[in-house]
């Protein structure tokens, strides 16, 4: 089984940061050995204008059989001599995206603590798959990866090629190009269609193979137009997985769209302003919560921080009390589509030097970001790991400092009054965790404390006398404001 990843570069873009990114240089060939056999990593070409990394994974086909999970293809009961031969060996499939898994997990999770702006960056990339099993035939192999910006290529493979009448086998060759795309992107895209295709996993599907899909899916598969097939098939068609997975899918969806819902709702209230029988959408009254604290203490220069798709920064831009307004965002396609909506090509040039976005990752410390009145944090802190919170703390508060900070979150306490929530699930696919008010409390506090803010909790929505609001807001002030108050360039010179 065989795959490979390519990149071309310059001089000030070598394509050699693929090694970086990869977490595995490329004058090494490494070795990582997998349930089901061995993995090698090499590179093939490594030279500032191009770079090849190969994954090659020699399957153990008796190690898979002992296990017992060595199937022959379709779920078709194993036939003895099927265990053994078959195509296991050589094309890829879900054994090559658990080797993915495996030997590039940092890089499947964006992350590069030697390089930490690389893995956000898009860069121009492309894979080959020389033996790609697809069930559904290239017209599938299309369906899957066009969507998500690759440009494809996939050649039937024949049966045989001495025999032309024999016909196709149900492999093709697989070859994908894109420009825009990140290299976790590629990779998970890879490690959740590969097996798609396949359609026949060499494991036991379990329950937290949905964690998995939907991890991997994020900020591609809930809008994908095959994301049912997609999900039915990863899932092994197991049926009560697949519902569970499409029902979280669905709420990410609802998450990410609300924007054109609330945009819908805000123009029927300018025309008719009657509000009393629909309920206001959550969005709307954390986004005019964070408009009034942002008012109330007077901000000019905002950082939306964690922007996504670029509702808050639109808001923001309609009120021409907010000079500067910069929207930050780890997702490259967050902000492409944070830059469509508010039509930043098409902008006058007043409106347009009144805004930016920037790609970035809170959790590194960043220059851009100091010196602003306010930055907000509007439902971003639950989409960290628990572990990678202090980093973003140091970077917000310790590092770019505005002298007001709010950080909106979900109160996990109200989660029962979601009817539409089943039991014990977070309210986003994505959520690494949700607070109770007594967690977030204790959390602002102690970072308030740490580095020199006072802070205050606001309610967000209905403030449940049980459960509390669906919706908890800490504003955070810098306490010693008038103290390290760097001196305005109006001050300075008065001076
Ligand atoms: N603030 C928006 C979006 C919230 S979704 C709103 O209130 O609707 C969370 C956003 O945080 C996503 O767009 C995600 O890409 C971004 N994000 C997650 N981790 C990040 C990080 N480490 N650095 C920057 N942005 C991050």
Known sequence: MFLT??????????????????????????????????????YPEATVERCTAALLLEVDAVALVRRGKGKGRG????????????????????????AIGAVFSSAMKGQCTARPELPAEARPLRVEVPALPARGGADLVRGLFEPLGWTV????????????????????????????????????????????????????????????????????????????LITSRYLSRRWSLTREALERLELVRLAETDDTEVEAIDNAVDEETDTEEKPVPLAVLRRDAILAALHACGASR?????????????????????????GVDVSMRALTIASRRLKLDRMGERQAARVRLVQGSLAYTDRRLKGYDAAVLSEVIEHLDLPRLPALEYAVFGSARPRTVLVTTP?????????????????????????????????????AERHGYDVEFTPVGLDDPEVGPPTQMAAFTLATVTATATPTAKEEKAA
Request: hydrophobic share 40%; with cysteine; proline share 6%.
């Open 302 to 326: 905002v950082l939306d921080l964690g922007c996504g798709q670029g509702q808050l920064v639109q808001a923001l831009l309609k009120d021409t009390r907010f000079t500067e307004i910069v």
């Open 75 to 98: 779920g078709a009961p194993d036939a003895a001599l099927a265990q053994y031969v078959n195509d296991r060996p050589y094309a890829a499939s879900s054994l090559l995206a658990v």
């Open 411 to 447: 109160n996990v306490e109200y989660n029962v009054r979601w009817e539409t929530l089943p039991a014990g699930h977070s309210r986003h696919g994505d959520h690494r965790f949700e607070w109770t008010r007594e967690e977030f409390r204790a959390w602002a506090r102690t970072v």
């Open 153 to 228: 290529t996939a050649e039937p493979v024949p049966l045989d090629v001495r025999f032309p009448e024999w016909g196709d086998s149900r492999y093709v060759r697989l070859e994908l190009a894109s420009e825009e795309l990140t290299l976790s992107e590629a990779l998970r895209h890879l490690y959740v269609l590969l097996p798609v295709l396949d359609d026949a996993k060499h494991y036991w599907v379990s329950s937290d193979e949905v964690d998995k899909l939907l991890r991997a899916g994020e900020g591609w598969l809930p809008d994908h137009p095959e994301h049912k």
């Open 5 to 42: 990843i390519s990149t071309t570069g310059t001089p000030e873009r070598p394509a050699t940061d693929l090694g970086f990114l990869l977490h595995k240089h490329p004058d090494n060939a490494q070795i990582f050995s997998t349930s089901y056999g061995t993995a090698h990593v090499l």
